[in-house]
């Protein structure tokens, strides 16, 4: 079909919209759009189920700051996708994702229709800050326009955008977009001037950093120098202070010497952070009542103790800095001491007893191979949760987990979605044995469009984690051992290397293997040692 269609738009809104990336899959109900790509610049990736491009958007989105584009038909495209979408809502990350709808004539009641949903933009907002449903061809373009600021303004996140099938096949002109006006800052300056005062008077000040101070990074570190003030930061937050400044204290915030040191902190400052359970391992952490809280969601102004510094951190952070008065000094000086107190605790921590020392040298040799600039996808698994405190980062968006909603299998197509927005930075995704394969399929993606992609396979023979839960409570063990397919065959199938290294020295060879072949590798970790020669 020619000329200017419902589903020509909508591309050319994303062309305008700066959108260079497009994940999913396409069907019957959404061929109007895929036939505006046919001439668009816009690349568009084919993934195998429409998670891994719900995945893969949210990859690019958590990665870049910027939103990740899906497209899916409506009914099992949409449903299949909603899991990505709560992932990034739960972790702030901008998304959009277009579907299709049913013709709006067959939309008053149930009707049998193919891919039917009773109220799909009600089951959307339940994971996404906004659901829109155009209800005529012309509204298309400023909804997906609309949908994308959103995702980015305030407190970002995912937006979808579902239209009727007949609308995407009518023909409209296209009118300029409205131009994009910059956010203001809100802060209340006399309220920033009375906490820069509580700051500077404090004795023992302690700064928490989360993922929405990833834009100013530079600024958190001149206020944490000018404090002389221990930096934690959340798993969300990791690299925004490199993890080697001499008060960065990594993301510990679950280590209970750290919990201690911000006990008896007089002044706690938390910049772009919920302070969520997921990060500190509780629910009930007693913040103490001089708090200072910095967050553009005005939504935790009446549950945060202490002031309230209702705007952007890339806006206000750089303003607190510069009212402080400067301390001596530009260090902690019992960060060594602290860390190796939490290095003893970490069994205690993570509920470990075993594999300690392989999990140390996987991780080390990640370090070691991505260097500081790398990207690591950490899946929800047991070398995952070791990583968040012993992998160091170094820049902001290197560290990734989807922390929070905790789904499994986000790191694999994540991982596919940040090296399309990094073709050459260094990236590699670590995942469980049970929580790659939820997602296994998309490995055809990085076959089929050359991504190198090391993928480590942390193999203990089923849901490790809850394995240990359960021992914890004394059992009995239930569904938790599986059996496996066999990895290796899995990557003669693909045509793509497999490695099967014993200790770190061999993964981190295998590493080096990986980073030098244009199509994903697995790199499978047995914690069992019964690794395939």
Not at 397 to 410: E, I, K, Y
């Amino acid at each position: 079909m020619v000329g200017n269609t419902g589903g020509r738009n909508t591309v050319r809104v994303l062309e305008r919209m700066n959108i260079s990336v497009l994940f999913g899959i396409p069907g019957i109900h959404n061929l109007s759009i895929y036939e505006g790509l046919t001439s668009s610049p816009i690349r568009h990736i084919t993934t195998r189920h429409e998670q891994g491009a719900g995945f893969m958007a949210y990859g690019w989105g958590k990665s870049t700051g910027t939103p990740g584009v899906a497209v899916s038909i409506t009914g099992p495209g949409l449903t299949n996708i909603l899991t990505p979408l709560g992932q990034a809502y739960h972790d702030s990350v901008p998304m959009l994702v277009i579907s299709t709808q049913i013709p709006s004539k067959f939309l008053s009641g149930r009707t049998g229709y193919l891919h039917e949903l009773r109220d799909s933009t009600a089951m959307s907002s339940s994971v996404t800050k906004a659901s829109f449903r155009a209800s005529s061809p012309e509204e298309i373009p400023g909804l997906v326009e609309r949908a994308l600021r959103l995702s980015t303004e305030g407190r970002p996140g995912p937006v979808h955008v579902e239209v009727p099938l007949d609308f995407l096949d009518q023909h409209f002109d296209l009118v300029p977009g409205e131009l994009s006006r910059p956010q203001s800052c809100r802060l209340d300056r006399a309220l920033l001037e009375r906490a820069a005062e509580s700051l500077s008077n404090s004795r023992s000040p302690f700064i928490i950093v989360g993922g929405g101070a990833a834009n100013a990074a530079e600024a958190v570190r001149e206020l944490a120098e000018k404090l002389s003030a221990p930096v934690a930061l959340t798993s969300a937050g990791k690299g925004i202070l490199p993890e080697d400044h001499p008060l960065c204290l990594g993301a510990r915030l679950h280590f209970p010497q750290v919990k201690e040191l911000i006990k008896s902190s007089d002044s706690v400052i938390a910049l772009g952070t919920e302070l969520s359970p997921t990060d500190l391992w509780e629910d009930d952490f007693p913040f103490p009542d001089t708090m200072i809280s910095m967050d553009v969601d005005g939504g935790f102004s009446s549950v945060r103790k202490g002031f309230f510094l209702n705007c952007r951190c890339e806006d206000g952070v750089s303003m607190l800095a510069a009212a402080v008065e400067r301390r001596n000094g530009r260090s902690f000086h019992d960060k060594q001491a602290l860390l190796e107190r939490c290095w003893e605790s970490i069994r205690g921590v993570l509920g470990a007893e075993e594999g300690l020392s392989l999990l140390g040298e996987t991780v080390s040799a990640l370090a070691g191979s991505l260097g500081r600039d790398g990207a690591l996808w950490a899946d929800m698994t047991g070398a995952a949760y070791y990583a968040i405190s012993e992998f160091p980062s170094f820049r902001p968006r290197t560290f990734l987990h989807p922390v929070g909603f905790g789904t499994l299998g986000a790191a694999l197509p994540a991982a596919l979605g940040t090296k399309c927005a990094f073709p050459d930075r260094r990236v590699a995704a670590l995942a469980g044995d049970g929580g790659f394969q939820f997602t296994l399929p998309e490995l055809a993606v990085g076959v089929q469009e050359q991504i190198c992609l090391p993928v480590i396979i942390w193999n203990d023979g089923g849901f490790g984690e809850i394995r240990r839960s359960q021992d914890r409570n004394g059992g009995p063990r239930i569904a938790v051992d599986h059996w496996n397919p066999d990895f290796r065959s899995i990557a003669e199938a693909y045509g793509i290397p497999y490695f099967a290294p014993r200790d770190g020295a061999g993964v981190g060879k295998a590493l080096e293997s990986a980073f030098g072949v244009s199509v994903p590798s697995i790199i499978e970790i047995n914690t069992r040692q019964e690794a395939k020669a």
